[in-house]
């Protein structure tokens, strides 16, 4: 995947490159969002306002754009946001200042994106180090302002100062909503993934890469998963694989002069065992800011894990693997083909979280990943399909390539869907398709966009689009399928009984309850209560306890539920083995 993304690089013109430089990660098209109250209301008009940029209309664009911009990007930790001026004082002699973001995790830190590469080295030739023999001279992009605040608060800086909004969804949100599409939106726009969030995440890797690239200089770090494939939450993990050397990068061309390296002496395995050992020591001992380093290296797919923690980003480190990156792309163009399909994603996950018939660590349960495959599935199934089939989007360079072909180049050329259901219409027919669905003798394809005779006894059997041989819900036990089957119909009769604006839990509300799963479908909450409620909090979901045990915990959830088989594919979730 490198490669194709580094040709469109020297493709795009810098007028191309201007304009996207300003899109964000917020869903693309103006939705009617009806104004209720003051508190839902203005993150909303926030998003509303950062949507209209021009997008790309690649992935490769887009990934390209991110790495660019997190390569001309500096972080400096600073004593407060009012010191921002401070920091921009300190920068702007040596190179235009494109975008300045605040955030703070303890500490307080400027992002601040500068106008090329070149500028980004003269702010670091011009930094110092501590004099002091304690400290490991190390040099990177991230810095701390110790002085030259004789300008705090009386310098206006010429940009804004961005920054993400403090309010996360909270199930009271809903209670004043318009109706269920209301909610679900109120639900997305909260949680997902922001512009910052992103580019902190590319950050972090491209911040990885420089440490690495004295020994490798054309080695990448690449992300995927949730924070490039358009269905990240606000705090997802990050999930990156280490390249050594990019293809495109063959350095010079003379087949008479190479490079005198070492010769490999143990196999693949072990040689990737070995050198992210070696990483992991680099990062725990050099690498600033990155905490809590764990080697997971006798996992089917080894993996380094460890916490960024001014950024508060937990991060899966795996060697170079394809499939994730394309997976990845494949679920960007969906999340982008139609509105409507991020907003129900992201409603789905939440409601499996909550009804805990999805856990943060794996297990024989459904994942995220699964949950995604399944709505994309019945969105390909609807009689007006809301997304069309995998096969019309690939573009396959003769008729025996697989789906690792390449996708179209722009994907707003794809047809739109003449379905108009709104998003509470799409999440009941989630759940009136996935309760009535024959999952006994059907498996699903959502290359083909249909069903088929299921080829084996798997309780669950969703085609693998990179590999038709494989089933991406293999890891699904029958007492959990069980479980997720009777929560479509309790979610189904929540909704459908639920519907209307009520003193007391409505809508979306209804269905995400803890524990609200198993009572029938009876509702013994009163509004009150749901006040003093958070659905989610960050241990749920957002890795924000650190827990760096749960591929050991995955381990007796296999036991406990009977997968035996399954529990060592499932040790990391860096490259399924599905
Ligand atoms: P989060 O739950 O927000 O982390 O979502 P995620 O999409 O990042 O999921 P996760 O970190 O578990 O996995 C990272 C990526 O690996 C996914 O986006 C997929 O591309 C891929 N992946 C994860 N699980 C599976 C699976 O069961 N089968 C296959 N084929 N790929 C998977
Ligand atoms: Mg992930």
Redesign the pocket.
Known sequence: MAAPMAQVGHMMCSKTLRCFRRFSSGKGVKRKIQKSSSKVQRPIDEIIQNITSPRPVSFQQMYHLRRQEAHRSILVQIPSKKHISSVYNQVKPLGKVMNIFHFSHIRDYALIELESRAAVQRVLRSASHFSNDEKIPVESRVLLLTGGFESVGKQTIPLPVQSDPKEKFEISDCYNATGLSHQIEILYHRNHLTDLGCRLRFFVCSKLEDMLSGLFPHCAVLP????V?G???HD??L?MTLSLLQSEHQVGKNPNLKFMTKKRTDNERGFTQRSLQTVADIIEQFVPLCLGVHRILNARVPIIKFRNDACNIEC?LSFSHI???R??EV?WVLSELDPRVAPLVFCV?HWARVNEVNRKH?GPWV????L?ALVVFFLQSHPQPVIPKLRTLYHPVNPHDDFSAPFMSDYTKVPKTKNTDDLGELLKGFFAFYSSFDFQSRGMSVIEGTTFSKPDFSPVYLE?P??VN?N????INIPEFERLKKAFETALWNLETNGEKKQRAWGLMSILLPNGNGNNGKLHVHVGDLFSQRSESGNQ?GNQDGNVDDHQVDNQGGNQDGNQDNVSDMRT??????
Do not use: I, Q, W, Y
């Not at 979730?573 to 599905?578: C, D, L």
């Open positions: 995927f998963g949730s924070t494939n269905f990240g939450k997802c993990d999930d899966d499939s994730g990156h997976m990845s679920l996950r794996p994942s995220n990943f699964m995604t693998n990179l590999d494989l991406v819900c293999k890891n979901d979730k860096a490259e399924p083995s599905h």
